[in-house]
């Protein structure tokens, strides 16, 4: 079995910062990619940033300059620093890990129940 949890949402003032962190557990044999999503009401969930094993990064326009994700392959848990946040960053926040469960594991997409990130103008 696999978790994977959200934490470090809230809410905060325009121009404020958070930092959201997300853990994942279980029969976990490598975690290939860490990524976070969001989803505002009535819109779509959308790719925030992704990590890959190795470290390298990917940003949707909206947010580069402004969050950043990194992990700890040691926790297995990845972060996303949010720093001048707006309103427009209001949504609920998604953790999602591509996790091998053995060597020979394909992998699995897991997601986290989500976290509320609400900006205030």
């Known amino acids: 079995q696999v978790q994977v949890v959200e934490s470090g949402g809230g809410l905060v003032q325009a121009g404020g910062s958070l930092r959201l962190s997300c853990a994942a557990s279980g029969s976990i044999f490598s975690i290939k990619a860490m990524g976070w999503y969001r989803q505002a009401p009535e819109k779509q969930r959308e790719l925030v940033a992704a990590?890959?094993?190795?470290?390298?990064?990917n940003y949707a326009d909206s947010v580069k300059g402004r969050f950043t994700i990194f992990r700890d392959n040691g926790k297995n848990t990845v972060y996303l620093q949010m720093n001048s946040l707006k309103p427009g960053d209001t949504a609920v926040y998604y953790c999602?890990?591509?996790?091998?469960?053995?060597?020979?594991?394909?992998?699995?997409?897991?997601w986290g129940q989500g976290t509320q990130v609400t900006v205030s103008s």
């Open positions: 990590i890959s094993s190795d470290g390298s990064t």
């Open positions: 999602n890990a591509h996790i091998k469960g053995s060597w020979f594991d394909s992998g699995d997409s897991y």
